[in-house]
């Protein structure tokens, strides 16, 4: 493969904003992230990938849009030079090789982040070389001033996370239900899975088609035992997108995907093995905002407790407002700032 490819740029192109790229690894999910909020604000546009791999990828996924592949510094210039009116470029991680982008004055550099990066990212002076900092809210503001002391020139804006937006809006809420996230081959799913049938309550747990053989025996057992059952498997991880909508509670051991749980405005229960788990949990700021449980009694009086109530519920709205700030995420004032910032220039 060449080290440039831009034959996916339009002729005559009129591109104002770059969405660029570096990470390897993430470049693929880091485009699904943000690529709808770009589209979304009618600006023509480009994307920037570092690596082969994703750019095979995302090139089959994406045949229409205008996708570029850049190997060297000199590359890059390459792919600047052909888009003439392009004004702004967007970065989703801070990684050494922006460098070969960030040299170029004449555009606006805007750091966006990406997902999990509000409370993943190591702030450093690097950051000091984009010309504005877009968080999700409050919180990843804070951390940036507090680890560089000295920002200089660089502008920073709460702008929310437009991705979540859907999630805060739907309150329709069917009543005991669960929704359960867990690694289908830990132990925790058994106890899980007669919890709710103890408690009645309507679960769809995520079990991938090669762990069916786990709920055929759950179900074996419940049967053999005459204990009825509303337990729906799901084989897909799209699970989340489909009922964390509308279910009344959710079940989890997974630690990294709980700041987004949050935002559905349901109570979340996080299986920990110890109390040195519970705090360690990233971002610090929702530990306490989370309910707890380790031992099968544990999770039944929870599910008892919040049949009754729900006593979590506004340090929840707190923590998500403080993350992703409610207001911003729903009034698209990402767009708004992009258009806004293209037009000024």
Request: aromatic share 10%; with cysteine.
């Amino acid at each position: 493969m060449a080290d440039v490819d831009i034959r996916r740029l339009k002729k005559n192109s009129n591109n104002r904003v770059m969405l660029h790229t570096a990470d390897p690894k993430l470049t693929v999910n880091h485009v699904n992230f943000w690529l709808s909020e770009i589209v979304k604000s009618g600006i023509d546009f480009s994307i920037l990938v570092r690596d082969e791999k994703s750019f095979t990828q995302l090139t089959k996924q994406f045949p229409k849009l205008q996708i570029c592949y850049a190997k060297t510094p000199v590359d890059v210039e390459t792919v600047v030079n052909a888009q003439p009116d392009l004004k702004v470029v967007l970065y989703t991680s801070n990684l050494a090789r922006n460098i070969h982008l960030l040299r170029f004055n004449h555009l606006k550099h805007i750091f966006i982040g990406t997902k999990n990066s509000d409370w993943l990212s190591n702030y450093n002076k690097s950051y000091r070389a984009y010309d504005e900092f877009w968080a999700g809210g409050e919180y990843a503001i804070t951390r940036f001033k507090e680890s560089i002391k000295n920002i200089g020139h660089l502008k920073l804006k709460s702008i929310g996370k437009p991705q979540i937006k859907e999630n805060i809006l739907y309150t329709a809420k069917e009543q005991n239900t669960s929704l359960v996230l867990v690694e289908p081959k830990n132990a925790i799913l058994e106890k899980i899975y007669f919890a709710n049938v103890e408690q009645n309550l309507k679960s769809y747990i995520y079990l991938p088609e090669e762990k069916k053989d786990i709920y055929q025996n759950l179900e074996s057992i419940t049967t053999i035992s005459g204990i009825g059952n509303k337990i729906i498997p799901v084989t897909t991880k799209k699970i989340v997108d489909e009922f964390a909508f509308k279910v009344s509670l959710i079940i989890t051991d997974n630690k990294n995907f709980i700041p987004y749980l949050l935002t559905y405005g349901t109570p979340v229960l996080v299986y920990i093995e110890d109390e040195e788990e519970r705090h360690s949990l990233i971002p610090d700021i929702i530990q306490d905002s989370l309910y707890y449980w380790t031992e099968y009694q544990e999770l039944i009086d929870l599910l008892q407790l919040l049949h009754l109530q729900d006593p979590l519920k506004e340090s929840r709205e707190y923590i998500v407002n403080i993350l992703f700030d409610k207001a911003l995420s729903i009034h698209d004032e990402f767009k708004k700032n992009l258009i806004k910032t293209v037009e000024q220039l």
